[in-house]
């Protein structure tokens, strides 16, 4: 597709269950970033692939929190036992770049977001 | 490790008058820094960047910014407001030394009044 696809668009979930989030990047991006963005607050960093490099996961606020990127393409966000305070809006973002001086774009480009609710 | 700071939650302008939105970071190599916006019921979208160079920055929509290394600062500006400026805009960096995580501020929410 032209964009970053997210789906679902829209999830509602009890407390406790496990929920998965994917992300389609654009075509050919090789860098692929998660965020949470809370109700009044800012963009949350979660995790960063790049290529078939370690993800950076250091934005991940739990041990509940775990993604995977297969085939350098397609992302899955998987949360389990979900929380009240897990309620977000979670972003995927895709790029171009592929090594720090690769005078890529840099510019990340966003998915509309799922937005997840925990009843 | 890096951060950002935008002390304004909001910030209030008549339309025609010039905006400014308050940006400051914190990065140990270079800053690769960021401005986003996002418009209501749309996804976040590239306004300008700043990697190297002139230290003022055109992009999209009649925007600019201008870094300042001494005072670590990436403040997005307008000459003159448009009421559909209205929308939550985001600053981000990231350390162009090393990392590619991008650190986004907490947002700051532009008003323009007609």
């Known amino acids: 597709g032209a964009g970053v696809s997210q789906s679902p668009s829209n999830k509602v979930t009890e407390k406790g269950k496990d929920v998965e989030l994917r992300c389609d990047p654009i075509?050919?991006?090789?860098?692929l970033y998660w965020y949470r963005q809370s109700l009044g607050q800012g963009l949350e960093f979660l995790i960063y692939f790049q290529g078939n490099s370690a993800p950076d996961k250091s934005g991940l606020p739990s041990d509940r929190f775990s993604a995977e990127r297969t085939g350098g393409s397609v992302s899955t966000l998987t949360i389990q036992r979900t929380q009240q305070e897990d309620s977000a809006v979670y972003l995927c973002?895709?790029?171009?770049?592929?090594?720090?001086?690769?005078?890529?774009?840099?510019?990340?480009?966003f998915g509309s977001g799922t937005q997840l609710s925990v009843l | 490790a890096q951060s950002v700071a935008q002390p304004e939650d909001q910030v209030n302008v008549a339309e025609g008058n010039p905006l400014t939105v308050k940006c400051t970071y914190s990065v140990s190599g270079n800053p690769y820094l960021f401005w986003y916006v996002q418009y209501p019921n749309r996804g976040l979208q590239f306004l300008l960047k700043?990697?190297?160079?002139?230290?003022l920055v055109k992009g999209s929509y009649g925007f600019e910014a201008e870094f300042n290394k001494s005072q670590t600062s990436f403040h997005l500006k307008k000459p003159s407001a448009l009421v559909s400026d209205s929308a939550l805009y985001f600053c981000?960096?990231?350390?162009?030394?090393?990392?590619?995580?991008?650190?986004f501020g907490a947002g700051t929410r532009l008003f323009v009044k007609a």
């Open positions: 981000a960096v990231r350390d162009g030394d090393g990392g590619f995580k991008t650190i």
């Open positions: 700043y990697i190297t160079g002139d230290n």
């Open positions: 973002a895709s790029s171009t770049r592929d090594r720090v001086y690769s005078g890529g774009d840099e510019k990340l480009f």
């Open positions: 075509s050919g991006h090789t860098a």
